[in-house]
């Protein structure tokens, strides 16, 4: 079984920063596409960044400079960098993990940017 827990959100004042982490088990994540998404209150989770099995980064042009995806294939792990965080930035961040056959998503955790 395939699970994907993300970690590290919490309360931050504004210019503050983040690291978020997913970790999967029940799988390899080596080969998977990994993503983060978020969603703020009332409104429809947007996509954030995205990794691919080689190593490429994309990002939402609402973060580009401000947060990083990174993986560790050797931990299962992928990780968000929030760097210079805004009160926009207010969500529950949900990590994804894809393959040709199969997408999982994690529970999500909140990260609240206020002063």
């Known amino acids: 079984q395939v699970q994907l827990v993300e970690s590290g959100g919490g309360l931050v004042q504004p210019g503050g920063s983040l690291r978020l982490s997913c970790s999967a088990s029940?799988?390899?994540?080596?080969?998977?596409?990994l993503e983060w998404y978020r969603q703020a209150p009332g409104k429809q989770r947007e996509w954030v960044a995205s990794?691919?099995?080689?190593?490429?980064?994309t990002y939402a042009e609402f973060v580009k400079g401000r947060f990083i995806i990174s993986r560790d294939n050797a931990k299962n792990m992928v990780y968000l960098q929030m760097n210079g965080l805004q009160p926009e930035d207010t969500a529950v961040y949900f990590c994804?993990?894809?393959?040709?056959?199969?997408?999982?998503w994690g529970q999500g955790t909140q990260v609240t940017v206020s002063s």
């Open positions: 029940g799988t390899i994540i080596s080969n998977y596409y």
């Open positions: 994804k993990g894809s393959t040709t056959w199969s997408n999982y």
């Open positions: 990794i691919s099995s080689g190593g490429s980064t």
